[in-house]
């Protein structure tokens, strides 16, 4: 069985120390670090992690910023947040940077352990050499999205895009046309089921349709239909 490898970024060392014996009890290897500079130290001198934990607030930077640079330099690096509690607008600005998902602190260490396995499961499943082979290209009006690859193409121009936002657009285009409730997506995109006062979908879905844009007449490609979810819209002439 494979050891995934965590790097763990948040300033409280109690904390650090107590999610390292859980986590590694359930079979992550965690190599912790307290602040930005140390772990920009171990991105550029060790091999890259399979995900990163990492704490809004830390001593010498803040975690968004560090947040900012992982999605520059290391697009596909799945990232967990973990924000005090009460700070909603952290929560919402880190999903709007590029992670993957968020907890609030003081989390429980079995629902990290779920978020992080569901994260990982994102992760691995765009794994070309795992899936190149028998997953097919989706191709849509102008867009073309290859999930074993995560490279997107919309008019021929290449969009980045994070794990958990792949996987949310690749759920849509397996839908065309019909909407699919929150609850639904969150299960089928991210692996998990939504909780009260989570907003991941709605986020992720904020930034495909800031990234992908509309369709060439202006009409917007992802539509929300209140009560019944949302959708990827064809193109009309």
Same mark, same amino acid.
């Given at each position: 069985m494979q050891t995934n490898r965590i790097l763990l970024v948040d300033d409280d060392q109690e904390l650090c120390e107590l999610l390292k014996d859980w986590l590694s009890q359930d079979g992550f290897h965690i190599t912790a670090v307290h602040d930005t500079a140390s772990a920009h130290s171990y991105l550029h001198t060790q091999e890259l992690p399979d995900a990163v934990i990492l704490d809004v607030m830390l001593p010498d930077g803040n975690g968004l910023e560090f947040l900012r640079t992982l999605r520059t330099q290391h697009k596909g690096l799945p990232v967990l947040m973990l924000s005090a509690r009460g700070e909603p607008t952290d929560r919402i600005l880190g999903l709007e940077l590029g992670a993957d998902d968020y907890l609030a602190k003081p989390c429980d260490p079995r629902e990290l352990t779920a978020r992080l396995r569901a994260v990982l499961r994102r992760s691995q499943s765009t794994d070309v050499s795992s899936v190149e082979a028998t997953t097919p290209l989706i191709a849509f009006d102008d867009l073309e999205y290859n999930p074993a690859t995560g490279v997107l193409l919309v008019n021929n121009d290449e969009?980045?895009?994070?794990?958990s936002e792949g996987k949310v657009l690749e759920t849509l285009l397996?839908?065309?046309g019909e909407?699919?409730?929150?609850?639904k997506l969150t299960e089928l995109a991210l692996g998990r089921k939504l909780t009260l006062y989570d907003r991941s979908i709605d986020m992720h879905i904020s930034n495909l349709r800031g990234k992908l844009g509309t369709h060439p007449n202006g009409e917007p490609r992802i539509l929300s239909i /209140?009560? /019944?979810g949302y959708y990827y819209a064809p193109h009309k002439p």
């Amino acid at each position: 069985m494979q050891t995934n490898r965590i790097l763990l970024v948040d300033d409280d060392q109690e904390l650090c120390e107590l999610l390292k014996d859980w986590l590694s009890q359930d079979g992550f290897h965690i190599t912790a670090v307290h602040d930005t500079a140390s772990a920009h130290s171990y991105l550029h001198t060790q091999e890259l992690p399979d995900a990163v934990i990492l704490d809004v607030m830390l001593p010498d930077g803040n975690g968004l910023e560090f947040l900012r640079t992982l999605r520059t330099q290391h697009k596909g690096l799945p990232v967990l947040m973990l924000s005090a509690r009460g700070e909603p607008t952290d929560r919402i600005l880190g999903l709007e940077l590029g992670a993957d998902d968020y907890l609030a602190k003081p989390c429980d260490p079995r629902e990290l352990t779920a978020r992080l396995r569901a994260v990982l499961r994102r992760s691995q499943s765009t794994d070309v050499s795992s899936v190149e082979a028998t997953t097919p290209l989706i191709a849509f009006d102008d867009l073309e999205y290859n999930p074993a690859t995560g490279v997107l193409l919309v008019n021929n121009d290449e969009i980045s895009l994070t794990v958990s936002e792949g996987k949310v657009l690749e759920t849509l285009l397996q839908n065309i046309g019909e909407p699919i409730d929150k609850h639904k997506l969150t299960e089928l995109a991210l692996g998990r089921k939504l909780t009260l006062y989570d907003r991941s979908i709605d986020m992720h879905i904020s930034n495909l349709r800031g990234k992908l844009g509309t369709h060439p007449n202006g009409e917007p490609r992802i539509l929300s239909i /209140r009560g /019944r979810g949302y959708y990827y819209a064809p193109h009309k002439p």
